[in-house]
Antibody, heavy 127, light 109 residues
């Protein structure tokens, strides 16, 4: 059974870079048909998609965060990572990683959704 | 890009049915059949309840159903149970990125 586990710095100072890692177990991060996402949830607020990385290495980011976000993958460790630069208090949130399923037949996408999520990790931006 | 629009709260009594709407645009909900719904209990991670507008993952009760008309998707929960009380979020593909709704708090009276 696939499991995802977030880890990283829980407290980050303003203007610094937030760094998180998502360890994947019970499956290979290199399997075709999947991409690996980051989503966040500020305290008492809704969910916000940050971005994802395909098994091929291609990345896609939320346009509102694109200038500050980098998602990368380490296949040897079966994990992927998030870096968010120049953080402010508005970046305080619970950060989740998730698997995104993309099923295609003859090049046509017939199914596309995020299914397995990690439990989340809290990141606070404060001096 | 703007968040999808959901009612902030809905409520129903045990055994009743409730429907949660999710309104977007032709660039997201109306343009793709990749709408999913997530249930989130306090302090927990979101759980996938519906994907591709109306498909249910294995293990999700058939009391949960999804549909879409134009730019609005809907989640219907029939035969409400106490454990259904939670926050619900819709999510839609918007062409190279994803957008979530603001969330709806379901209260079981």
């Amino acid at each position: 059974q696939l499991q995802l586990q977030e880890s990283g710095s829980g407290l980050v100072k303003p203007s610094q870079t937030l760094s998180l890692t998502c360890a994947v177990s019970g499956g290979s991060i290199s399997s075709g048909g999947y991409s690996w996402s980051w989503i966040r949830q500020p305290p008492g607020k809704g969910l916000e998609w940050i971005g994802y990385i395909y098994h091929s290495g291609s990345t896609y980011y939320n346009p509102s965060l694109k200038s500050r976000v980098t998602i990368s993958v380490d296949r040897s460790k079966n994990q992927f990572s998030l870096k968010l630069s120049s953080v402010t208090a508005a970046d305080t949130a619970v950060y989740y990683c998730a698997r995104t399923v993309r099923i295609t037949i003859f090049g046509v996408v017939i199914s596309y959704y995020m299914d397995v999520w990690g439990k989340g990790t809290t990141v606070t931006v404060s001096s | 890009q703007s968040a999808l629009t959901q009612p902030r709260s809905v409520s129903g009594s045990p055994g009743q049915s409730v429907t949660i709407s999710c309104t977007g645009t032709s660039s997201d909900v109306g343009g793709y059949n990749y709408v999913s719904w997530y249930q989130q209990h306090p302090g927990k991670a979101p759980k996938l309840m519906i994907y591709d507008v109306s498909k249910r993952p294995s293990g999700v009760p058939d009391r949960f159903s999804g549909s879409k008309s134009g730019n609005t998707a809907s989640l219907t929960i029939s035969g409400l149970q106490a454990e259904d009380e939670a926050d619900y979020y819709c999510c839609s593909y918007a062409g190279s990125f994803w957008v979530f709704g603001g969330g709806t708090k379901l209260t079981v009276l």
